[in-house]
């Protein structure tokens, strides 16, 4: 069974930073790529980063620059360093894993900006 479960989230003033984790319930090896979607009030779930087995990470254009994903492997956690945070960044933050092709979601953790 594959559990991912976020904590980290909390409520930030404008150009604050916050860092998201993402723990695995065994190795995060196992996953062909790990990920932060995020979903705000009235929008449809967005890829925000994604890091692959390799290492290779990609992030969404609107948060290049500013945010950072990685890993421990030996912590079996993923990371989603957040900074210089807008309001537009105000969401659900939820984890992701793909592993033999199925999607594994975490339960999600809030992300607030105040202005």
């Known amino acids: 069974q594959v559990q991912l479960v976020e904590s980290g989230g909390g409520l930030v003033q404008s150009g604050g930073s916050l860092r998201l984790s993402c723990a695995a319930s065994?190795?995060?090896?196992?996953?062909?790529?790990m990920a932060w979607y995020r979903q705000a009030p009235g929008k449809q779930r967005e890829l925000v980063a994604e890091i692959l087995s390799g290492g290779d990470t990609s992030y969404a254009d609107s948060v290049k620059g500013r945010f950072t994903i990685s890993r421990d492997n030996a912590k079996n956690t993923v990371y989603l360093q957040m900074n210089s945070l807008k309001p537009e960044d105000a969401a659900v933050y939820y984890c992701?894993?793909?592993?033999?092709?199925?999607?594994?979601w975490g339960q999600g953790t809030q992300v607030t900006v105040s202005s």
């Open positions: 065994g190795s995060i090896l196992r996953f062909n790529a």
């Open positions: 992701n894993g793909d592993f033999r092709s199925t999607m594994f």
